[in-house]
């Protein structure tokens, strides 16, 4: 590392102000920034000193989506062996997987990487380290067999649209990943949903076994075939037809833990989203009137993408609720809105991702009234102490 750094230090007034490559600082910049600590210190005036940064942020996000992302590659390839009748090893069957989720991530940063370090150069700023963790997340929201040029654009779509037009990281409105997402899914629905599209190859009937359908839960549930849904316990651990990286429970709250203990995440957000959701559920029990609002309230919290959504997805600190009542109400308005959708929608099964992208719009309006709140109370209180 020293020999790198040391080459670092004697290219670096090359692409300095001045320098021969000085238009390129910012590519540079972030290049440097991503292997070694930035050497900027404070000088004067009183600043905030704290030993975590952006980077470090992004990173630790990275680690607690790993075990959603290790597990979403070998489910890629044992959801496979199921459709062809096949019984492979675990690392066959986590191979399969890997190589198909390879070039879903490659694509994802290659895409949405070039764009921030385009718009970067040209405004003359640093690069951020927004997308690390965006570019991960779309590969893992996605089904396995989407093309890779479907991909490309709704990845180019969300960080133009939903994130570089408004400024870069931490002025954007809409979680990026999501716009993504959603971009997929109304420009191209036939990629997104249906049965075909969650088992590799199964949509091209590459050796298929009779009688697999690939149906995720929630279409079976959407359809009313309560037989046809896989147990509970299949759900929670993610033995299940689905995107790459929603299927687990089990690894989205090993991922879970470790936002909360490191402090990256919110749990008052994760808490609230999985507490609306559950409220949502036992009133469609209260008042069932079909056999989907018969499915256990606590049911629909491994099913589909909620557990994730409520981990990874409502917790961006950039589009959720910052004041920390308002993120009490904001996962809870999120957690009952996935299920509103879910369950009385039927052209859109799974309602986590409009639920979240909906009250990234309203978060800012929550803060403000919680704000004003506090602000009255305070004044309440202040005019009792006069008047006494």
Known sequence: MKALRNYIDKIK????????????????????????VPDT???????????IDLKRTMSMVIIALMPAMLFGMWNVGYQYTLSIGASWSFWQTFWFGFLKVLPLIVVSYGV?????????QVRGHEVNEGFLVSGLLIPLIM????????LAIAVAF?????????GGTGYNVFNPALLARAFMFFAYPSHMSGDKVWIAGLAKGQGVIDGFSGATPLANAAAYQMDKMPS????????????VGETSTLAILIGASIL???????????????????????????????????????QHLIMGGFAFGAVFMATDPVTASHTEKGKWIYGFLVGFLALLVRVLN???????????????????????????????RRMNRTKKVVNS
Request: charge should be negative; charged fraction near 10%; proline fraction near 6%.
């Open 13 to 36: 007034p090359h692409f300095q102000k001045g320098g021969r490559f000085g238009m390129f600082h910012s590519t540079f910049d972030a290049f440097e920034t991503f292997l070694f």
């Open 41 to 51: 210190v404070t000088t004067k005036g009183s600043h905030i000193r704290d030993a």
């Open 112 to 120: 949405g990487l070039s764009i921030e370090f385009a718009f970067a």
């Open 143 to 150: 089904p396995v067999d989407v093309p890779l040029w479907m």
């Open 158 to 166: 969300a960080v133009v649209i939903g994130k570089e037009v408004f």
């Open 232 to 243: 509970a316990y299949d759900m929670f651990m993610g033995f299940i037809p689905g995107s």
């Open 260 to 298: 909360i203990i490191t402090g990256i995440g919110s749990w008052k957000i994760m808490v609230s989203v999985f507490g609306g959701g559950l409220a949502a559920g036992l009133l469609f029990n209260a008042f069932a009137v079909n056999p989907y609002m018969q499915i256990p309230a606590w």
């Open 346 to 376: 039927p052209a859109y099964p799974e309602g986590m991702m409009l639920a979240i992208l909906l009250m990234n719009v309203f978060a800012p309006l929550i803060d403000f009234y919680v704000v004003e709140a506090n602000i009255r």
